[in-house]
């Protein structure tokens, strides 16, 4: 059975980079899609970004400019940086694993499942 | 990108009473070549990461209870929950897969 488990700093200074990794276990980094999604204290989920082992990527044009989403299929495990952050970045940021089937017009990504724990980052000087 | 609304916000619900939540999208999300609603339903309880429910808009994940259930297709979908639990105390979100950027409606927090 695949485990996520996500790895970093929980606090971030301003203007600088959030820098997570997603380590696998019970499964291989080399299939499947996986994905960051983070969730500001009391709030709703937001989709980041996905990437497959080949280097394939894919993130949300709302944090395209400062995101950067890589894997290393020797440690088994992916990673996401997060640059010029601020408070607004302040969130639990998990990982999942994106289930691939059925395609529609433009995607052949389905839902994410399993999920990390996930991991609070907190931005402040 | 598709923007998904769920109502209501948050509802009460008696022991073993029934729980409807409501999704629509701001753009179908059925794909009418292969006849599949690419919308998922998560349940998050506090401190815990989001679980998946329910996919392609009716299918339940395995080991799920079924008392919850999914129906909908295109842009309006519900999540009903036949005979609330005292474990079922979460916050439910849709979300939809039938593009990108991957969106999720804002979550319906269930309460005994």
Known sequence: QVQLQESGPGLVKPSETLSLTCTVSGGSVSSYYWTWIRQPPGKGLEWIGYIYYTGSINYNPSLRSRVTISVDTSKNQFSLKLSSVTAADTAVYYCARVQVGYCSSTSCLNWFDPWGQGTLVTVSS | ?112
């Open chain 2, 1 to 112: 990108d598709i923007v998904m609304t769920q109502s209501p916000d948050s509802l009460a619900v008696s022991l073993g009473e029934r729980a409807t939540i409501n999704c629509k999208s701001s753009q179908s999300v059925l794909y009418s070549s292969n006849n599949k609603n690419y919308l998922a339903w998560y349940q998050q309880k506090p401190g815990q990461p989001p679980k998946v429910l329910i996919y392609w808009a009716s299918t339940r994940e395995s080991g799920v209870p079924d008392r919850f259930s999914g129906s909908g297709s295109g842009t309006d979908f519900t999540l009903t929950i036949s005979s609330l639990q005292a474990e079922d105390v979460a916050v439910y979100y849709c979300q939809q897969y039938y593009n990108t950027p991957f969106t999720f409606g804002p979550g319906t927090k269930v309460d005994i």
